[in-house]
């Protein structure tokens, strides 16, 4: 048993008593409800399941729920996607992915959005080559399954955000 | 079973471990066993028996445990029957995953058996000069005989790592659905030693 | 249950038992029913400037509305913890199933209910007829049916208990079998033959058709799927005559005739799993005080999942007998038609039922959903086709095909005539026998799944048109150009297709673009200049039937005294973006996009006072029309959201709906404010005004803003709000109503109007059966019951090029360019039309290139299958850059849409099959065509 103590889109949970089988993505959604972190697979192949961890350097990354437990987050900080809107207000990237039409059935959706607000949090601290940009965003997102769309929609999304702010994410 | 028999059976078993197509990285199964250093003292020929040795322990880097993360490419390897990993990762700059999938994303600290997932702290793939993948046992020594190809280690660094390191080890406590590395670590280092003692000769 | 200000009516009543799909509406926690009406007043509408989907703010926040987000303590009313439960399921299907041994669940890993085969028995439980083909769970002493065929429920009351069960029972299997009997053996699910022979001169009737004669089905089976065929007789009855003439057929295309090229080739396909994102699940609660059963489940058949479980429950005793069934049908993370007619909600209510007064959710993980979900049936075809050598027409074309239904039926006999129908493709050949079967294994049930059939021939088909016109030395363009079927052009069953044909624009396309021009040279340079990659262009063009035959649409549309518009439609949202559809749709006759658009609604429309009876597939015109006499009599009350219907008929009640409220609610409000008199001949000509950004015109006078015109339509008791249900049997049914003292006329069969209300205020969640009033239909004019034996009716075209890079040493298959061009009518929504052909490419190259999986106990029966076994196409697998997608304009601005969700997934896979031939001279005859395969023929 481990005491799970977790602070999420700036919410302090816990502590709780949870068994250390328990997974990350059990513990959201069964114990928490927090239901927006999705299941697909099980098996880290989908990605529905991501979410944003922040580390105490300032560096950020997604990691998936369903394949760690859920006591491997205690004492962490990370982003779900219900944190990301803010007032009601989605996030430029959330706002950009409705724009575009990047989703269909929505169940991939906000495996997506945590990983692109992770690579635009990267970006503006690392601008990459304009040429290089194709290739980083896909990098980025090739670990995420959508079944619906083609992807071809998510990724015109991710450039036309980072280019509308070029400055900050393109060097 | 008489020493000629014996004898007639691990040359021939060398030979066709020799001989053993590119991809047959065959498990073990879970009761595989190591034979022991002394199981070979039955072999007069010093070379002969190094070389036997060695091939004894090749069956644990050829296992699926093994040759998984030395792969012959850039992408990591998986499940018992060695097929290209899911979902395509790769070895990134650092042989520790591409910058937006580190190995260690999903391979944490540990196994997290309700998931079936492997773990350990230190996941990631050998260097490519130490890829094994498609390779023979004889291959295999040579290579891991060689400075240029084995991190600049000596013999008694090349046992000390089989024998101790704890990445090395979890090719025995794999994890579930997964068939651990025939025998022991313990077993492995044993070989590996008298392997050393009799020359360090490499199968052909 | 206590439920505030809750409705529920008696829509029908099975076995005594009251249906419904009410919504609740509650004060703290939002109603289910509001989560799932999108956008919501409150809410950023995207739509409303056409920027994005109606549900787009939803589910980019990551809003519960899935079936599988929901717990018990998200529902208004429901006890607050939530139990668990999950299915033990059988991995050996040829041996007797003697019991589970579930001894390793000790103490706090016990089950709190176990439920098998007996408690079912003793409970009066019924399968009902659609899934009868096996037990729901397979009673000790039987072999299983199936692989996954389950044998037990397992419930817990706790998460925990129920996460250690079902760790502690994944090895070893916890199900025990006795005797070897082999595979389970039960008649096929369906075989069918399709003859025609056209008149001898354009124009002439046929002299044999399905639809002349009825569609045929073979004498007996030997061997339990093999199909005898009536013995040939130009004199017998239908099923011998076709034998006849399809013989003829085939002794022609046997014939050594030098004049005709003859291609005899067999093609086979795989096993395909839809794969959504979502895997199945819901969750219910039945209250024994009230004898209510409320049920969330998220399936693309909402009345169908409805009567399923009445039906299982409709007789069952004592306390498993509820007097209610709610069913709550929620968004859906895709669906492809595997969330159709599923046996998902039945096992859910099964759970509720066995634990009552406590709310129980099952839900399938991957390796369930993959051992479970429905399959796309594998084909295997052989195809003959005689091509006339001197002018390139194809004279005749003969195929047998085989389809493994899997365990349960589901919808294979559809599948199998849909594809049989379907065989000869976008092609005018006057001379065709087609045969079908489809038969039971042990494999998982195969069923309903995009494409539905056409896929699997069409590949075949378009693979066999590139040979023969690389045989016949013709451009494969021109050849396809030379033998497409004209607009009214008869199919192969006999009828006339519906509506203008554009193969020919298609095809000018795919021969006009730059993949298509190029490819000579390109596959020279790569050659010349790019060691080890070979390069190879392909082309495909298909029409694809949208509809089933027998389409219900139900819709109600309502606009406030603000302007405000709301819809209720009984479509089902798996990605589709039908809301926004709907809200599209109706917006270009009322002026607005609507703010509230629920989904899946089905009782809402119990104004109405629907009644029907019969199978709309089958009922007899006799039977067909006695029963219309009843006003209140439709075919069908409501279909599932399948077949690429979505656009054509889902969205045509709404239209209706919204066509009724403009014609006697905005227009005489807006004559009124315009000082247009009713004498004024303008006075009827509504068809002259448009709408803009929310303003209706007319020349020569200025717009009326819609809130303006929506108060006045209120304030003078026009119509303000309309209820309609419509049927489609490859045409409108078409009726009268007498509304404000004059004949109104429709392609509706039911109506119901509400007058303005003067000051309503806006009251979320409330139903819309305030004050509306059912009219009663004048006259009824329903498609004939001889329509049912048409096969393809209504058609959608696209064409596919693909240009791909192969390389040599390893076989690896990137696709460098391709174009997909396509036409549907009206766009409803066009970038959810692009996005849908863009996605459909994706899922037609991973059918081309990556997924499969064996049939029986190395297939996902055995539970082993997850995304490592099973490889869809990723980002790296799409041509992100370099796929061009064109849609077609309407040729009249006024076209209705057509459906195409389906169309535009195919023509892409034998493009790439054509592509492979080209690049390495190699044509394959199966799918997949995977990297080992190309290795294989690559010297």
Not at chain 1, 87 to 97: D, E, I, R, W, Y
Not at chain 2, 138 to 149: L, N, S, T, Y
Not at chain 3, 546 to 551: L, P, Q, W
Not at chain 3, 603 to 626: H, M, N, R, W
Request: some cysteine; hydrophobic content about 40%; overall charge neutral.
């Amino acid at each position: 048993m481990t005491t799970m103590r977790i602070t999420i889109n700036g919410k302090a949970y816990g502590p709780t008593e949870i068994r250390d089988e328990l997974s990350m993505n059990d513990y959201l959604r069964e114990y928490l409800g927090l239901t927006g972190t999705k299941f697909g697979c099980g098996m880290a192949q989908c990605l529905s399941c991501a979410v944003i961890v922040d580390n105490p350097d300032g560096s950020s990354q997604t990691m998936p729920t369903c394949i760690v437990p859920a006591k491997n987050f205690a004492g962490k900080s990370i982003r779900t996607i219900e944190g990301h809107a803010q007032n009601g207000q989605p996030s430029v990237l959330q706002k950009a992915f409705v724009e575009h039409f990047s989703f269909q059935c929505g169940y991939c959706t906000a495996g997506f959005v945590n990983e692109g607000q992770v690579l635009l949090e990267r970006l503006a601290k690392k601008p990459v080559a304009r040429a290089d940009l194709d290739k980083t965003i896909q990098e980025a997102l090739n670990g995420h399954i959508c079944r619906c769309t083609g992807y071809v929609k998510y990724h015109e999304a991710m450039r036309d955000v980072i280019l509308a702010d070029a400055k900050r994410y393109v060097s | 079973m008489n020493a000629a028999t014996r004898l007639g059976l691990l040359v021939s078993m060398t030979f066709a471990l020799a001989l053993a197509p590119a991809m047959s990285v065959k498990s073990a199964g879970p009761t595989a066993t190591l034979a022991t250093p002394e199981s070979f003292s039955s072999i007069g020929d010093t070379a002969a028996r190094s070389a036997a040795l060695f091939a004894e322990a090749g069956k644990v880097l050829t296992s699926a445990r093994c040759v998984n993360c030395h792969p012959a490419g850039d992408r990591p390897l998986q499940t018992d029957a060695g097929r290209l990993h899911q979902p395509p990762v790769e070895r990134g700059a650092d042989g520790f995953g591409a910058v937006s999938a580190r190995c260690s994303t999903c391979h944490q600290g540990a196994n997290f058996d309700p998931a079936g997932m492997p773990g350990h702290a230190h996941w990631h793939l050998a260097p490519r000069e130490m890829a094994w993948q498609g390779k023979t046992v004889g291959e295999i020594c040579v290579q891991v005989k060689d400075p240029a190809r084995n991190g600049g280690r000596t013999l008694a660094q090349i046992h000390d790592h089989m024998t101790n390191d704890s990445l090395v080890g979890w090719a025995w406590a794999p994890g579930y659905g997964r068939a651990s590395a025939p025998g022991t670590q313990k077993e492995l280092g044993a070989l590996l030693d008298a392997w050393i003692k009799t020359g360090a000769v490499c199968p052909t | 249950m206590e439920l505030s200000r809750r409705e529920f009516v008696k829509l029908m009543t099975s076995s005594g038992i009251a249906l419904s799909v009410s919504h609740a509406t509650f004060a703290q926690t939002p109603a289910f029913a509001t989560r799932e009406t999108l956008p919501g007043r409150q809410s950023w509408n995207p739509a409303a400037t056409g920027v994005g989907r109606i549900d787009g703010l939803a589910k980019v926040t990551g809003a519960k509305l899935y079936a599988s987000d929901f717990r018990a303590a998200d529902l208004p009313g429901w006890p607050a913890n939530t139990s668990h439960a999950m299915l033990i399921r059988a991995t050996d299907a040829t041996h007797v199933f003697t019991g589970i041994d579930l001894s390793r669940l000790s103490g706090a890993l016990k089950p709190s209910r176990v439920v098998t085969a007996a408690d079912l028995a003793t409970a009066g439980i019924r399968v009902p007829a659609f899934y009868a083909q096996a037990d729901l769970f397979c009673p000790v002493g039987k072999t299983p049916l199936y692989l996954g065929h389950p044998v037990a429920l397992l419930i817990f009351e706790q998460f925990d208990a129920f996460d250690q069960a079902r760790m502690a029972l994944r090895d070893p299997s916890c199900v025990n079998y006795g005797q070897e009997t082999g595979a389970v053996a039960i008649a096929p699910f369906g075989a069918y033959r399709f003859v025609r022979v056209a008149g001898s001169t354009p124009g002439a009737p046929d002299v044999y058709s399905p639809m002349q004669a009825g569609w045929v089905t073979p004498r007996r089976f030997l061997n339990v799927d093999l199909p005898v065929w009536a013995p040939a007789n130009q004199k017998g009855p239908a099923d011998a005559q076709a034998s006849f003439y399809g013989e003829q057929i085939r002794a022609g295309l046997a014939a050594n005739n030098p004049d005709q090229l003859v291609l005899d080739r067999e093609f086979q396909t795989q096993s395909i799993d839809p794969m959504f994102l979502e895997p199945e699940s819901g969750i219910a609660w039945y209250d024994p005080k009230s004898k209510s059963l409320e049920l969330v489940v998220g399936v693309q058949s909402p009345m169908e999942a409805t009567e399923s479980v009445a039906y299982l429950l409709g007789n069952a005793r004592g306390s498993f007998k509820p007097a209610l069934i709610h069913t709550h049908c929620a968004y859906m993370g895709g669906g492809f038609g595997g969330r159709d007619h599923t046996t998902m909600p039945l096992y859910v209510a099964l759970a509720a039922m066995f634990y009552p007064n406590r709310p129980v959710r099952l839900a399938n993980n991957r390796y369930e959903q993959f051992q479970s979900g429905i399959k796309r049936h594998p084909f295997k075809m052989r195809s003959r086709m005689g091509v006339d050598r001197a002018t390139g027409k194809i004279r005749a074309f003969a195929a047998d095909h085989r389809l493994d239904g899997g365990g349960l039926a589901n919808f294979s006999a559809q599948v199998a005539t849909v594809g049989a129908t379907a065989a000869i493709g976008m092609y005018d050949i006057p001379k065709v026998d087609v045969s079908t079967v489809v038969f039971h294994s042990r494999a998982v049930t195969a069923g309903s799944m995009r494409g539905y059939g056409t896929t699997q021939v069409l590949t075949a088909l378009e693979v066999l048109i590139d040979e023969a016109a690389a045989a016949l030395r013709l451009d494969p363009i021109e050849f396809r150009r030379r033998n497409a079927l004209p607009t009214n052009g008869q199919t192969m069953a006999g009828n006339a297709l519906i509506g203008v044909t554009r193969t020919d624009e298609v095809l000018a396309k795919l021969a006009n673009h730059p993949i298509w021009q190029d490819r000579a040279t390109e596959r020279a340079r790569a050659l010349q200049q790019r060691a080890g990659i070979l390069v190879g262009t392909g082309v495909a063009c298909v029409n694809k039937d949208f509809g089933t035959g027998a389409d219900a649409c139900l819709a109600s549309v309502e606009v406030s005294p603000e302007g405000r518009i709301t819809i209720r439609s009984d479509a089902v949202e798996m990605g589709t973006a039908i809301g926004t559809a709907l809200a599209n749709r109706v917006a270009a006759i009322i002026g607005g996009v609507a703010d509230e658009v629920a989904m899946a609604q089905v009782d809402a429309f119990a104004p109405l006072g629907l009644v029907t009876s019969g199978d709309p597939f089958s009922i007899t015109q006799a039977a067909q029309d006695a029963a219309s006499r009843n006003p209140r009599w439709v075919a069908e009350i409501s279909s599932p959201s399948s077949a690429s219907v979505g656009a054509h008929f889902s969205t045509h009640a709404a239209f209706e709906a919204a066509r009724v409220i403009f014609r006697f609610g905005l227009w005489p409000a807006a004559l009124d404010l315009w000082g247009i008199a009713k004498t004024d001949p303008r006075a009827r000509q509504w068809d002259t005004a448009r709408w803009q950004q929310r303003k209706l015109a007319i020349p020569g006078l200025p717009p009326l803003d819609l809130a303006s015109v929506a108060a006045k339509a209120h304030a003078r008791g026009g119509v303000t709000a309309a209820m309609v249900h419509g049927f489609n049997r490859w045409s409108w049914t078409n009726a009268s109503f007498k509304i404000a003292g004059e004949t109104y006329t429709a392609d509706i069969d039911a109506l119901a109007v509400r007058t303005g209300t003067g000051t309503a205020k806006a009251r979320s969640g409330s139903t819309t059966s305030d004050r509306f009033v059912p009219l009663n239909r004048t006259s009824i004019n329903i498609p004939p019951a001889i329509n049912e034996r048409i096969g393809v009716a209504y058609a959608s075209t696209c064409g596919t090029l693909v240009r791909i890079e192969i390389e040599r040493a390893t076989g690896s298959v990137r696709i460098a360019n391709a174009y997909s061009v396509a036409e549907c009518g009206q766009p409803l929504v066009p970038e959810v039309v692009v996005g849908q052909m863009q996605g459909g490419f994706a899922m037609g190259v991973g059918q081309a290139l990556l997924e499969t999986m064996p049939l029986y106990e190395d297939g996902p029966g055995n539970g082993k299958w997850n995304l490592g076994e099973y490889v869809v196409p990723r980002a790296t697998d799409m041509p992100l850059n370099g796929l061009e997608i064109e849609v077609l304009p309407p040729l009249k601005p006024d076209d209705p849409p057509k459906g195409m969700a389906e169309v535009v997934m195919i023509p892409v896979i034998p493009a790439i099959l054509n592509a492979i031939y080209d690049a390495t001279g190699h044509r394959f005859q199966s799918l997949p065509v995977t990297q080992a395969m190309l290795k294989g023929v690559l010297k």
